[in-house]
C-alpha cells in the first residue's frame, strides 16, 4: 500500500513539473513574434502584448510573471495606466546579421522610458531613459527614444519595453533598419510645424489687427493661438524636438491647454459683448471661466492632479460653449453661427481624440492628433469672426460717419449747414483769440430767387443753387467755411482775413456769379445775381453771433440799395456800395 502511495505521489510531482514546464514553455512561445529577413525593415504596427503594472518599481522578474494583453504596436490606455510594459519577439530568420532601430516616437512626455533585451531568457542589455536627464542620454534623439541592437542571422530576441508617464498612456511602437530610422528622425515634425506655424502666423496677423482696431477680442484670440500653438508644440513633441524640453520642465507647458480654453470663454464674452447683450449666458461664461481659472491656479502647483480634471472641464467647458453659442445664434447674433461652425469641428475632432486617450477607439492620425486638428480648424474659423467683425464695425463706422456728414451737411448743396457752422466758428474764433489772427465773415444772398423758381421751375432753382455751392467752395480755402443758412441765403468765415481783403473777395464773387448759367435752351435768359454783406470778426466777444448779425445788417444794406453789390458793415454813411455797370 505505501509503495501505491509513493508511486502515486512520485507521478503526481511528474505531472506537475511537467505542466509547469508546459506553462512556461507556452508563456514564452505565446509572447507575439515578428520576423525579418533580408528586405527593408519598416514595422509600424506589428503584434505586441502589454501589461498596465500596479506599481512603478517594479522590477523586471515581477513584470514577467504579469498577465499580459495581445494588442498591436500602437496603443492608448487613458489616463488611469501610469506604468505600462509591453513586450515583443523578433527573429532574424534571414542568412546575415541585421542591425534593428526600436523607435519610441512619444517617449518626451513621458516620466521615464525602459528597454529590457532578453536572449534565451537572459537579460542582455538593460536602457533606462529619465526624461529629467533626457539631453544628456545617447539614447534620447530629439523627441524620440531609439534602442539600437544587432540580430546574428537565425537570432531572435525579446524586448521589454516600460513607459511611465505622467497622466494619460498613448504611444506606438516602430522598429527599422539604419535607412528608414533616419528618415523616421527626419520626416515626423513636418505637420506638426505646419499647424503651429499656421497659429503664429494667425497670431502675428491678429497681433497687427489689434494696433489699428484696438479690440479686446484681438488680444483674448492672439493669446488663444498662442496657447493653442504651445500645446501643439508640447504634445506633439515640436517643443521637445526642437528646444529639448522634456519631463517636470515640459509637464509644465501644458498649462497651456488650460490657458487655450480660458481665452476661448474670453473670446467669447468680447466677441458677442454677452455682458450688455446676453446677461444670462454672460453668467453662464463668466461662472465656466471661474473653474477653468481655478483649475488653471492648481496647476501652478500641481500639474499632475490639474490635469487629471483637466479632461473632464475641457468636456464641461465644449458642452456649455456650444450651447451658449447656440443660444446666441437663436437670439439672432449674426456671428453666432460661424462660432458654432468652428467649435464644432473642436468638438468633433476633440472627442475623437478623448476616445483614443481613453482607449475607446484605435490608433489613427486623426485620432491621434486630434486636439490639434480640432484646434487648427477652430482657429481658422475665429480668424474669420475676427475678420467678419472687423468689415461689420467699418460698416457701422461709415454708417456713423455718413451720419455724422448727413446731420452737419445741407442735403442739396453739399455744403455745411447753420448747426456745424456755428460750432466750428466759435472753434476759429478761440483759435483766432489765442493767435492773435483777423477773420471776416460774408453773408450771400441770391437776389429775387422766387422770380426764378417761379419763372424757370424749382428744379432750375435747385440747379443754381448748387452752381452757385461750387463757385463759393472754389473760391474759399480749406480752413474757411462755408455754409448754407437755408433757402437762397450763404454764410462764409474767412480766417487769417482781413476785413479790407473780405470785401475784395466779395467783389470778386459777386462778379464770378454772373457767369453761372443753368437755364434750359427753350427757356427765357436766367441771370444770377447776389448781394452779399461783409463783417469782421470782433476777437474780445465770446461767440461768433455779434459778427452774423453785422454781416446780415451790412447784407440787408446792399438789398436796399438795389441788390447785386456787396456792403461792408460800419463804412462811412454806414455802407460801401459796389455796383457793377452794365
Known amino acids: 500500500m505505501n509503495a501505491l502511495l509513493r508511486q502515486l505521489s512520485w507521478v503526481s510531482i511528474c505531472l506537475l513539473s511537467f505542466l509547469l514546464l508546459a506553462t512556461a514553455t507556452s508563456a ?58 509591453v513586450r515583443f519577439r523578433i ?131 492672439a493669446l488663444y493661438l498662442i496657447s493653442g500653438a504651445t500645446w501643439i508644440a508640447l504634445s506633439y513633441g515640436l517643443l521637445s524636438n526642437m528646444l529639448g524640453l522634456f519631463g517636470d520642465i515640459a ?6 491647454l488650460m490657458a487655450m480654453a480660458m481665452f476661448l470663454v474670453l473670446f467669447m464674452i468680447a466677441i458677442f459683448d454677452t455682458k450688455r447683450s446676453f446677461p444670462i449666458e454672460h453668467k453662464i461664461l463668466v461662472a465656466l471661466l471661474a473653474v477653468i481659472v481655478a483649475d488653471f491656479i492648481y496647476g501652478i502647483f500641481d500639474i499632475v492632479a490639474a490635469l487629471s480634471y483637466a479632461s ?39 472627442a475623437l481624440a478623448v476616445l483614443y486617450y481613453k ?5 489613427s492620425y486623426i485620432t491621434k492628433h486630434g486636439v490639434g486638428i480640432g484646434i487648427m480648424l477652430e482657429a481658422l474659423m475665429l480668424a474669420f469672426i475676427v475678420a467678419y467683425r472687423i468689415k461689420m464695425l467699418e460698416q457701422v463706422k461709415a454708417s456713423q460717419e455718413q451720419l455724422r456728414i448727413e446731420a452737419q451737411t445741407d442735403s442739396l448743396t453739399g455744403l455745411y449747414n447753420r448747426r456745424y457752422f456755428h460750432r466750428r466758428a466759435n472753434e476759429l474764433l478761440e483759435k483766432a483769440k489765442a493767435q492773435g489772427v483777423e477773420m471776416a465773415v460774408l453773408a450771400v444772398d441770391l437776389d429775387d430767387f422766387k422770380q426764378v423758381n417761379d419763372a424757370h421751375g424749382h428744379h432750375v432753382g435747385d440747379r443754381v443753387l448748387i452752381e452757385l455751392a461750387k463757385l463759393l467752395t472754389a473760391s474759399c480755402r480749406s480752413h474757411d467755411i ?55 470778426v470782433d476777437l474780445n466777444v465770446s461767440s461768433i453771433e455779434l459778427a452774423l448779425h453785422d454781416a446780415d445788417t451790412a447784407l440787408y444794406q446792399a438789398k436796399g440799395n438795389g441788390r447785386d453789390c456787396v456792403c461792408v458793415y460800419g463804412e462811412a454813411s454806414d455802407v460801401s456800395l459796389s455796383r457793377e455797370t452794365n
Open 28 to 85: 514564452r512561445a505565446a509572447i507575439p513574434t515578428s520576423k525579418i529577413g533580408a528586405e527593408p525593415i519598416r514595422l509600424e504596427s506589428f503584434p505586441i502584448e502589454y501589461t498596465v503594472a500596479p506599481r512603478t518599481d517594479m522590477s523586471l522578474s515581477e513584470v514577467r510573471t504579469l498577465s499580459y494583453t495581445p494588442y498591436e504596436s500602437r496603443l492608448a490606455l487613458g489616463t488611469e495606466a501610469k506604468s505600462v510594459w
Open 312 to 350: 473632464s472641464i475641457a468636456a464641461i467647458m465644449i458642452v456649455i460653449t456650444l450651447s451658449v453659442g447656440l443660444s446666441i445664434w437663436r437670439k439672432g447674433h449674426p456671428l453666432a453661427i460661424y462660432f458654432l461652425l468652428g467649435h464644432s469641428f473642436f468638438f468633433i475632432f476633440n
Open 359 to 363: 482607449s475607446i477607439l484605435d490608433f
Open 482 to 536: 462755408v455754409a448754407r443758412f437755408g433757402g437762397e441765403e450763404f454764410m462764409i468765415l474767412l480766417y487769417r482775413t482781413s476785413l479790407n481783403s473780405a470785401e475784395a473777395i466779395a467783389e470778386t464773387l459777386r462778379r464770378q456769379v454772373h457767369d453761372i448759367n443753368v437755364a434750359e435752351p427753350s427757356s427765357q435768359a436766367l441771370r444770377v445775381t447776389v448781394s452779399v454783406g461783409v463783417a469782421g
Open 91 to 221: 527573429e532574424n530568420t534571414g542568412s546575415e546579421a541585421r542591425r534593428l532601430f526600436i523607435h519610441f516616437p512619444e517617449a518626451y512626455h513621458n516620466r521615464a522610458v525602459e528597454f529590457y533585451e532578453l536572449r534565451e531568457g537572459v537579460v542582455h542589455e538593460r536602457v533606462k531613459i529619465e526624461l529629467n536627464d533626457a539631453e544628456q542620454h545617447p539614447k534620447m534623439i530629439r523627441e524620440q527614444a531609439v534602442y539600437d541592437t544587432t540580430l546574428a542571422a537565425g537570432q531572435s530576441a525579446t524586448f521589454y519595453v516600460h513607459s511611465w508617464s505622467y497622466s494619460h498612456q498613448w504611444f506606438a511602437l516602430n522598429v527599422y533598419d539604419e535607412q528608414h530610422s533616419r528618415d523616421a528622425l527626419a520626416g515626423t515634425m513636418l505637420d506638426i510645424a505646419l499647424m503651429v506655424g499656421i497659429l503664429l502666423a494667425l497670431f502675428i496677423f491678429n497681433f497687427l489687427l489689434y494696433f489699428s482696431s484696438r479690440s479686446v477680442e484681438n488680444v483674448y484670440y
Open 251 to 256: 509637464l509644465q507647458f501644458h498649462l497651456s
